[in-house]
């Protein structure tokens, strides 16, 4: 599976649109993009995952770039509860999640 | 959509004694779970694919005599930590698809 490259912390206020971006260059072209969250103390969470088209359900919207080498997933309108670490995790073949550092997203008042 | 639960959710015991946890798809069977660890401050790890009613498949690194696996039925993995020591205090989750995670097991072995 193709690696990926997060940002090691952001932040955002609350009610604020959170963009966490993600690098994907070395991606496949039969390899999916996946977003997790794990928030302290917790498993992660599935949050969205896409091919190539954008996509948006009810937790958040994934931009996916063209040349599909970079994504940004974004919560429309973040709260204190969506602090968490936000993991971007291309899967293609075995669908087992290879899990990196990811981002750590702090939402603040 | 589906849970997958874990029990305990978390355990204290003493260096030398095993713990078995448990890993339950509550309402999908699952041929195929996983479980991973996680130190402090790190993420999570693979530690081996569980296979219904075959042997588990474990990762590079992993012991299969200390980390024992049963997968008995679609619904149900079990991981055991034998002779656990201090240095086995970790996160365990499980996840029974690339979508649906446990909510882990904290095990401090004093």
């Known amino acids: 599976d193709a690696k990926t490259t997060q940002p090691t912390s952001m932040d955002c206020a609350e009610g604020r649109a959170a963009n966490l971006p993600c690098n994907h260059s070395?991606?496949?072209?039969?390899?999916?993009v996946y977003w997790y969250r794990q928030i302290h103390s917790q498993g992660p969470q599935y949050i969205i995952h896409g091919l190539k088209n954008n996509e948006t359900n009810e937790m958040a919207s994934l931009i996916i770039t063209e040349d599909r080498k970079s994504s940004t997933l974004i919560l429309p309108h973040a709260t204190l509860r969506d602090t968490a670490v936000y993991y971007c995790i291309v899967m293609g073949g075995s669908y087992i999640p290879t899990f990196g550092r990811g981002t750590s997203l702090i939402v603040h008042p | 959509g589906a849970v997958v639960s874990q029990h305990p959710s978390r355990v204290i015991c003493k260096s030398g004694t095993s713990v078995k946890i448990e890993c339950r798809s509550l309402?999908?069977?699952?041929?195929?779970m996983f479980w991973y660890r996680q130190f402090p401050k790190q993420s999570l790890m693979l530690m081996a694919t569980s296979n219904e009613g075959s042997k588990a498949t474990y990762e590079q690194g992993v012991e299969k005599d200390k980390f024992l696996i049963n997968h008995a039925s679609l619904t149900l993995s079990t991981l055991t930590v034998t002779s656990a020591h201090p240095e086995d205090s970790s996160f365990y989750i499980c996840?029974?698809?690339?979508?649906?995670f446990g909510p882990g097991t904290r095990l401090t072995v004093l």
């Open positions: 070395t991606i496949s072209g039969n390899e999916y």
């Open positions: 996840s029974a698809s690339e979508q649906f």
């Open positions: 309402d999908f069977q699952a041929t195929t």
